[in-house]
């Protein structure tokens, strides 16, 4: 059985929020990790799609071997 973890209200508010705003910043933890950086860059590509202003913040540097990633040079 699948549980719901997140109450729809939330995911309600938070479309509405993502909707209404014209630019949008996405900031990771410091020292970001692959899961960090994709998580953000994933969301990043996203907002691009539905024509959102989107920026991608990493306070520190993040491991130079994962350059890799798709939107990695955007941030």
Same mark, same amino acid.
């Given at each position: ?9 939330? @995911? ?13 910043? @996405? ?41 890799? @990633? ?6």
């Amino acid at each position: 059985m699948i549980k719901k973890i997140i109450e729809q209200g939330l @995911i309600d508010r938070a479309q509405y929020l993502i909707a209404e705003a014209e630019n949008i910043v @996405i900031v990771t933890h410091s020292g970001p990790d692959g899961d960090a950086l994709g998580s953000s860059l994933c969301l990043w590509r996203y907002l691009k799609i539905i024509e959102k202003k989107a920026t991608v913040v990493v306070p520190t540097d993040f491991p130079y071997f994962l350059n890799w @990633i798709p939107g990695a040079d955007n941030i």
